[in-house]
Structures are given as C-alpha cells and as structure tokens.
C-alpha cells in the first residue's frame, strides 16, 4: 500500500481513535504527542506548515547527521560481531523519518507501507527518553545541547509528517 495523504490533519474522530489506539497499545507518550500537536495545530493552523524554511533545512541536516552516525555505529558493530537488529530498526525509522518530511516539504516521492510508517513513528518515539536524558545531563549553550535541541526538533516533526501522511 502507498501512502497518501487524506487529510491535512486527523479529524476529531480520526484523533480520538488515533489516541484510543496508542492508549490501548500501552504508547502513552504518543497519545500526549498528538494531543500536543492537535494543540498547536488548533493555535497556528496546519503545524508542519509553518515550519520556516531555516528550521526545515536544519531538520533535514540533523536526520542526515543522525543517519550518518547509525550508519557508522552499524558499521563498527558489525566489525564487531555485535547484535545489529536494534541499530537497523533505528536507522530504517530515521530514514522513513526524512523521506516524510522531504515529501511533506519538497514534494520528494516516497513510497512506504503503512505498517513502515508505524513501525518508524514507533521507533522514533522510543528514541525520545533517551535523547531527552541526555539533553537534560549537557551543559547549556554547549555544542552537545543545541545538536540534541535540533535532533529532538527534527525527531518531533519526522512523527509530525509520518502522522499527516498516515491512511
């Protein structure tokens, strides 16, 4: 199945089962994520629309670095003999991540199934915790602390997309 864009945003029905869904699969965090983005969709309009043109090029280029960096860490850990199965998922999910948001704003085609783009939303907010703790361990100001600012930024609007271009 390809994917295509039914609406610009879930309709209320669509959102209270999209809620109910990530609820009942125990993705407590993903339901907080749409009510949030349901939020500032109601305040600004469409959200991945007012994205400006500078944080869209800075979202492209931290899931280009962060692509990059699980590219090299899958390298190594296959050098090493190490289990890759969770750096693949990851590095599928970001890929998928920047192909929706290269289609949302730059009309790049992507094909995907349905249950990629899932597994991709699922990934990605699984990765949240983690660069969060981090985020709140590094010094302000610090180079570390803008790079996770920018990855949290362009991971938020990746699911943003996925979800806009969810059936």
């Not at 007012?50 to 800075?58: A, F, K, P, T, Y």
Request: proline share 3%; aromatic share 4%; glycine share 6%.
């Amino acid at each position: 199945m390809r994917c295509k864009r039914l609406a610009r945003h879930p309709t209320p029905r669509q959102l209270v089962l999209l809620l109910t869904i990530h609820i009942m699969k125990g993705t407590l965090y993903g339901a907080l994520l749409l009510i949030y983005d349901d939020i500032l969709w109601i305040e600004g309009g469409h959200y991945m629309e007012n994205v400006s043109n500078g944080d869209q090029l800075e979202s492209i280029k931290s899931l280009q670095s962060t692509i990059s960096k699980l590219e090299n860490a899958l390298s190594q850990m296959t050098q090493n003999g190490a289990n890759t199965t969770l750096v693949k998922k990851r590095l599928k999910a970001v890929y998928i991540g920047l192909a929706m948001l290269e289609k949302v704003w730059n009309q790049r085609p992507h094909h995907c199934t349905q249950e990629d783009l899932a597994q991709a939303r699922n990934v990605i907010i699984g990765l949240f915790p983690s660069i969060e703790n981090s985020y709140a361990k590094s010094k302000a100001g610090s180079p570390q602390r803008t790079l996770l600012e920018r990855r949290i930024k362009a991971l938020k609007l990746a699911v943003q997309a996925i979800d806009d271009l969810s059936v």
